[in-house]
């Protein structure tokens, strides 16, 4: 489907190119002949098929769609590529398949998505997102992190009274381990690895989370079960360490990257409010 939708775009852009070749007057002669001799050499077809010449600029676009999803792009194969999807396409013109509803209406869809993609990418050309914007957002997300991180085990269960059976377990003479505790008790799929959550910061948690974890020492656990909406905790610290923020450099592509995201959705949101958008049924 991706090539086929690659393949309209190259279609559409060699008919334009055709309508275009069919409206503009021939040159003199001499003319002609002094810009054949200054300019490069056009690029000749692909190849021809039953009259119809296939655009390099095809070749081109089925070349990088191979590419990406990893299957071989020699010349041959695009060349294979392009004259098969030319005989199929003239098949099914020659069947009358495109007066189909159904391929009417696919045709127009990808259509629509080729010229979507298309003024999604000049838009990021021409609203490209300035250092200082970046560095800007990098300080604000910078200045909002936790300096600490903890590296939290917990085990989850569904009542408050399991929860206080489990720290008198802890508590006994001959304490149980944590770890076989969370594997036997524990709700959470962390339960198998011993209730093990890895590192977190604080804002990464939910609020009565946050607060227990925070107020524990390495070794340290809840002596309390603590209520969220994921039912009652029993919390332990593994360890803390400080939180080294990375530097603008290592993060810079993803910001950038989140910004024009946030671009983008703002664009098609005043698209919307300016257009009248009308469902049919809806009052």
């Not at 792009?73 to 098969?84: C, G, P, T, Y």
């Not at 000049?122 to 992190?145: G, L, S």
Request: proline share 5%; charged share 30%.
């Amino acid at each position: 489907m991706q090539t086929t939708k690659i393949l309209l775009l190259a279609c559409m852009a060699l008919g334009a190119q055709q309508v275009l070749a069919a409206d503009t007057p021939a040159a003199p002669a001499a003319a002609t002949n002094a810009t054949a001799a200054s300019a490069p050499a056009a690029k000749l077809p692909i190849a021809i098929v039953n009259g119809v010449a296939l655009d390099p600029m095809q070749a081109d676009l089925v070349r990088m769609d191979l590419m990406q999803r990893k299957r071989p792009a020699s010349d041959e194969n695009v060349r294979n590529a392009l004259i098969d999807n030319e005989l199929m396409s003239q098949e099914a013109l020659r069947l009358g398949l495109d007066k189909s509803p159904e391929v009417k209406a696919i045709l127009a869809l990808q259509q629509k998505d080729v010229l979507a993609k298309a003024v999604i990418d000049d838009y990021v050309k021409q609203h490209p997102v300035a250092d200082e914007r970046i560095k800007a957002e990098y300080e604000q997300i910078k200045a909002k992190t936790d300096d600490m991180e903890y590296q939290p085990a917990h085990i989850l269960v569904a009542d408050e009274k399991l929860a206080k059976q489990i720290i008198a377990k802890l508590d006994g003479k001959k304490p149980a381990k944590f770890e076989d505790l969370a594997k036997q008790y524990s709700k959470d799929d962390t339960g198998k690895e011993g209730g093990d959550l890895g590192w977190l910061s604080p804002s990464n948690v939910v609020p009565e989370f946050a607060k227990a974890m925070v107020a524990l020492k390495k070794g340290e656990y809840t002596k309390t079960p603590v209520q969220t909406q994921f039912g009652w905790h029993i919390i332990k610290i593994q360890n803390v360490r400080k939180f080294d923020f990375p530097a603008i450099d290592k993060v810079k592509g993803r910001i950038a990257n989140q910004l024009l995201q946030q671009d983008l959705r703002k664009y098609l949101a005043e698209l919307r409010a300016t257009a009248k958008i009308e469902i049919p049924g809806q009052k």
